[in-house]
């Protein structure tokens, strides 16, 4: 099962000019039910996107400032929600939430976005959006949202971020950012969101326990190391994949609400504990591109296991193939290529292919004997490969094709 390519950032980051401020002047409102602080914010936000990436449909180009953008109606200000003081009429109207379009505006976040102290939601994903992230943002202590993702920001995470007690959503995923994970993320108490993914962070991960109401974690396509740290027992998905990652990972097993479980392209060793394959809700494993040297099963037929999808493609698997993967009831992806996987083919995995299994990759590994005629029966539906093993395997048959292993291999 060939390996995901992840998105790079750098591809993106590197053709534009920026042009950082707009020639002229935008006129003043005199009359205003929005707090004059807030759309100077607006402006200076506008300001510091180049006008050639603000195209004729997006958001900013609704940004008209001869009106109020509290007060906007229609097509006026899209992007922009604000709040309606209901205690005192007077009180003027507050910028709560910023969530721009995804177009490729071409600028930088000015450290004046530290004024909209009400700000709820800022979401700038998938943008051009450069330098590094203000300390300043450190003001916005009512945030519960921040996504900058897929962007071309630059530097470390600030320190600040950690200030934000009400935060429950963070994705500064797919940017250009460096250092560590701060050790104090975990004053995020309201954290269930967090992805750091596709920078280029470097360091251990953290204790994370006490982000106790974190459900989604994403540390891939880093080049972070060492060993699993302690991790929130209510995850639900973990996605460590394309790092540098070692040791064992015992520490899994105690996350009985995980969905989705990928550690694949690191350095991680041992054996793939049963108590993983078996975790009550695991949904999609992948553990392909390590050094794994078996995988732990047991009888599964008594067990109301989730599992789909095994993926221990590239590792350094020995011994027989695991008899007992077939009493997994829902499993229907099997990917054990590429191993030191050797004897016959179990006759319960052609059993298998006559009603639930639909990918089933086993080549290149030291598999002999004959194929039974339920593999030659049922290729067709099969999407697979039994190739460059020493099986007796007819070339007529779809899952053979590509050949074997030649003799001397197989001695």
């Given at each position: ?164 007690k009400n935060l429950e959503y963070l994705d500064i ?28 962070f470097t360091g251990t991960i953290p204790d994370l ?34 790092n540098i990652l070692s040791g064992h990972i015992s ?161």
């Amino acid at each position: 099962m060939a390996r995901l390519l992840q998105y790079s950032s750098f591809s993106l980051c590197f053709h534009a000019i920026i042009v950082a401020t707009v020639l002229g002047s935008i006129p003043k409102l005199t009359l205003s039910s929005t707090l004059y602080s807030d759309i100077q914010v607006l402006r200076t936000l506008k300001r510091s996107v180049d006008p050639s990436s603000i195209s004729p449909t997006s958001y900013l180009t609704t940004w008209d400032f001869m009106v109020d953008p509290c007060d906007s109606t229609g097509k006026q200000f899209l992007g922009i929600v604000c709040s309606i003081p209901l205690d005192n009429a007077s009180a003027p109207s507050r910028i709560i939430a910023i969530d721009l379009d995804s177009v490729g505006y071409d600028g930088f976040l000015s450290p004046s976005i530290g004024n909209l102290t009400e700000l709820t939601t800022l979401n700038l994903n998938k943008n051009k959006f450069r330098r590094t992230i203000p300390e300043s943002i450190s003001n916005l202590k009512k945030l519960t949202r921040l996504s900058l993702a897929d962007n071309c920001l630059t530097g470390t995470i600030p320190t600040e971020i950690t200030l934000f007690k009400n935060l429950e959503y963070l994705d500064i995923s797919g940017n250009l950012l460096t250092g560590s994970i701060p050790t104090n993320i975990t004053r995020l108490r309201s954290l269930a969101y967090l992805s750091f993914s596709s920078n280029s962070f470097t360091g251990t991960i953290p204790d994370l326990a006490g982000l106790w109401q974190l459900e989604t974690l994403d540390l891939s396509s880093n080049q972070l190391f060492g060993n699993l740290p302690h991790f929130p027992m209510r995850l639900k998905t973990l996605l460590l994949n394309s790092n540098i990652l070692s040791g064992h990972i015992s520490r899994v097993k105690m996350l009985n609400d995980l969905r989705r479980l990928d550690l694949s392209d690191n350095k991680f060793s041992g054996h793939i504990s049963k108590d993983i394959v078996s975790l009550p809700r695991l949904v999609h494993l992948n553990v392909s591109m390590n050094r794994f040297t078996a995988i732990g099963t047991r009888n599964f037929s008594r067990e109301e296991t989730q599992l789909q999808v095994l993926d221990a493609e590239k590792n350094n698997l020995h011994g027989r193939l695991p008899i007992n993967l077939t009493t997994i009831q829902n499993l229907d992806t099997i990917n054990l290529a590429h191993n030191q996987l050797a004897g016959p083919l179990p006759r319960e995995y052609g059993k298998r292919l006559e009603n639930s299994w639909r990918v089933l990759y086993l080549d290149h590994n030291f598999l002999s004997g004959n194929v039974s005629q339920e593999f030659i029966v049922h290729a067709p539906r099969i999407v697979g490969s039994l190739s460059k093993n020493c099986l007796r395997c007819p070339m007529s048959t779809t899952l053979c094709r590509g050949g074997q292993r030649s003799a001397s291999e197989c001695i």
